[in-house]
């Protein structure tokens, strides 16, 4: 059994969609970064960086935080969505990295600037706006002609998705990027991956389906 802490973020359900995919037992324990949850002392106990998400893996004791960290630990743990052979496997690793050091931060902050403080910063809307249009080309681009990021279906997939989940508060419209509408709408449709969405808890559908 896994317990995993998390809120419904995009960091935060790429582990819910990981867990749901390789079939893992797991209990949520929902972390309301919104009152401040993840600073308290039971949780800075599990993670002093005071993010979420974090699981704490009750078979072997294993504590593990940073989302992509657990998407690897999990992966390896059953012997899926992360290809053995090693350029296979450096070819997933490479998004995952794209992800966590581009796509994710990028778009965090387009959340702040464009949607949750939009005119307060004109400087800031336009720099990211561009850039959020740049990373989408860029997986637009990688995504024409091929159903997965990085091969057959991985733990880069499950990675992105979420982020992209978001695409109306980066104001984007999928439509734009056909190779991304198609890829995203695939994945949402999978059960797993609406099941994973509605951690720890549902506040919508899938949107964009």
Known sequence: MIDLYTWITPNGLKISIALEELGLPYVSRAIDIEKGEQFS????RINPGSKIPAIADRDNGTILTESNAILIYLAEKVGRLLPASKAARLTVTEWLMWQGANFGPTLGYAHYFLTYNAGQSPFAETR???DVERLYKTLNDRLTGREFIAGDFSIADIAIWPWVSRFARHKIDLDDFPAVQQWYRQLGQRET????YRVPFATSDVPGL
């Open 128 to 130: 990211f706006t561009t």
């Open 193 to 196: 991956f609406q099941r994973g």
């Open 41 to 44: 002392a039971d949780y800075t």
